[in-house]
């Protein structure tokens, strides 16, 4: 089978528009990568021609041999769609989870993303924390996310409960909470260290002043996952253009109550009385 027929590639390509007509990939903003399945290798092998071996900058031996398609770096996300060959890639790791090689994909040259180390770092903690069922990392610059890291404390409880606050399914959909990763240089090893740390516990790290990753099983589940919390930093934004506080709002019994018939465990450090 040829890459581009293939079910993975063509959700792959469908994520990377949804996040170009939310607004949140200007440019060359964000970057998205999946672990692809052994079947799914084999199925397009074919089509492969593999390129020199290059560093990843960053050391993931858990992941040695694993195949990953992901976004070239200075590629744009509106073009995802119209030029797939040319914005996206598929590398396979070395045996030792150091180096990667292109097999498929940059017909007009490049590299992977310059947040590789970030993504295979997330990738790696993930695989191991979920069994290997978390397969997608998914890197957005949402604009009231990052509007919030210049008003709110760089905190995790304080985002957390915050994007609780503003919307009841959040709660739901990341009970764990979320992570925030204070203002650090992008694109090498410290900040896929720092995230990657946050990701051992949560399933989205906040970049401050720049973006977010989120992490799941699918494109469906990571997708809805930036969606639902860049909703929920959207609301808050609009209620502090109104007035600075609440008139009344989601109380930690009411938070206590929901994770009952829910059946969600909702931490109680998140909980706390303000
Ligand atoms: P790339 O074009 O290298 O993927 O970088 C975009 C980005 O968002 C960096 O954080
Ligand atoms: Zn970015």
Sequence with gaps: MRVLDAEFVKNFIRTAN??????WHERNGGNLSYRIRLEEVEAVKEDFEPKEWQPIGTTVPKLAKEYFIVTGS???????????????????????GENYRIVW??????????????????????????GGKHRVIYHAHPTNIIALTFVLPLEDKVFTRELWEMSTECPVIFPEGVGVVPWMVPGGRDIAVATSELMKKYNLAIWAHHGMFASGEDFDLTFGLMH???????????????QPNKRQT?????FRDLAKDFNVTLPEEFLYEK
């Design 250 to 254: 989601i109380t930690p019994d009411n």
């Design 105 to 130: 994909g940059l017909v007009n040259g490049g590299r992977p993303t310059s947040e590789l180390p970030t993504h295979l770092m997330n990738h790696e903690v993930k695989m191991i924390a979920t």
């Design 74 to 96: 200075g590629k744009y996300f509106r073009n995802v769609i119209i030029k797939p060959e040319d914005s996206i890639c598929i590398i396979e790791l070395d045996e030792k």
């Design 18 to 23: 949804d996040g170009w007509e939310q607004g």
């Design 228 to 242: 639902t919390a860049e909703k929920s930093a959207e609301i808050l934004v609009k209620m502090l253009s109104m």
